[in-house]
């Protein structure tokens, strides 16, 4: 995906939201921003398998390997001499020496050791009349076939004739194959290291007009839940999956929801109970069998019980004596 694609779906997946309430414009920015800068540095993982997009350093590492590519032939022309062996003569084989080299293979969880034969061959030849018996420079598995006395068409080098080699042809495509390889490899991760870089610049652009625009919200709006949803729905679209994938609910309702009681908290009194004018506190309202105490202050108020704090069906005792009992204050004492 070019960077043309990716702003283009950020920018159409942005306009959806634009036009709803600023808290959800505030997420979708932030979301959209956060998983720019992450799809620049590491690459998007897609939601199913985990595999990750190319991040910017995917794209550096493709660099490196392409430099190394690139350097293969020339490292390898340089160590074997087949750059320069550009002169042919006619050989005549004088014996073939047979290795074998153990290379591991693995399938699955288990490994195996497998052998490969090759074979190198000593030749002789004649170069400006001077007489040459050398060991090829290069081994190979297609000279197991020759015979001792085989005659065959030699490559070697004019300014040093006892290096020598042959399918020399072969041996300098497949090198410019790994040349062109490399090249390849290094433009498309340089023009892949640019793209990146765009992509972490305008996210973070847009994770910073997103703050901004946050900050002008009332307090208490939590923007945590949509930027996850908002998230998860910027990547079914990357990954051009439907947009109900993943069974996301819908963040504009939610955050304009939240919003919406946000509103109506700030814009509604706090109720408190006040009691009205005209109410006439009665304490049987409260407790209909009040207990009444006696009033030590006012010894000189009687103590009478209330009927309604014996228990039912018991008589009211009365302590008071009769007239006729009571002593007489006005009378003197009689001895």
Not at 260 to 286: D, I
């Amino acid at each position: 995906m070019t960077l043309g694609n990716l702003k283009n779906q950020a920018t159409g997946l942005l306009d959806q939201y634009k036009n709803q309430s600023p808290a959800t414009y505030a997420a979708a920015q932030q979301a959209i921003g956060g998983l720019l800068i992450l799809d620049g540095f590491l690459g998007l993982p897609h939601p199913f398998d985990g595999k990750k997009r190319t991040g910017i350093f995917g794209a550096v590492i493709g660099v490196i390997f392409g430099i190394i590519f690139i350097l293969i032939p020339t490292i390898f022309g340089s160590l074997s001499g087949i750059n320069k062996m550009t002169a042919t003569t006619n050989a005549t084989v004088v014996s073939v020496t047979q290795s074998q080299s153990n290379a591991a293979s693995y399938s699955g969880s288990s490994s195996s050791q497998q052998s490969a034969t090759t074979c190198s061959a000593v030749a002789s030849y004649s170069v400006n009349g001077k007489q040459y018996i050398q060991a090829s420079s290069l081994s190979s598995s297609s000279m197991c076939s020759l015979g001792k006395g085989q005659s065959l068409n030699i490559h070697y080098n004019p300014k040093n004739p006892s290096q020598w080699a042959t399918s020399v042809k072969t041996a300098t495509l497949i090198l410019s194959i790994f040349f062109y390889l490399g090249i390849f490899m290094v433009i498309s991760s340089v023009i892949m290291v640019i793209i990146k870089l765009l992509s972490i610049f305008f996210g973070w652009k847009l994770i910073k007009s997103g703050r901004k625009l946050a900050k002008t919200l009332p307090e208490g709006i939590d923007l945590s839940g949509t930027i996850h949803e908002i998230e998860n729905a910027f990547k079914s679209t990357v990954f051009g999956f439907p947009p109900g994938a993943g069974n996301q609910s819908n963040p504009i309702q939610n955050l304009m929801q939240q919003q919406s009681n946000m509103n109506n908290q700030f814009n509604s009194p706090n109720p408190v109970n006040v009691p009205q004018q005209n109410q006439v506190y009665s304490p049987q309202q409260t407790n209909p069998n009040p207990v009444v105490s006696p009033q030590p202050n006012n010894p000189t108020q009687p103590y009478t019980p209330n009927e309604q704090s014996l228990p039912q069906n018991q008589p009211v005792q009365n302590n008071t004596p009769p007239e006729d009992q009571m002593p007489n204050q006005n009378n003197e004492q009689q001895y």
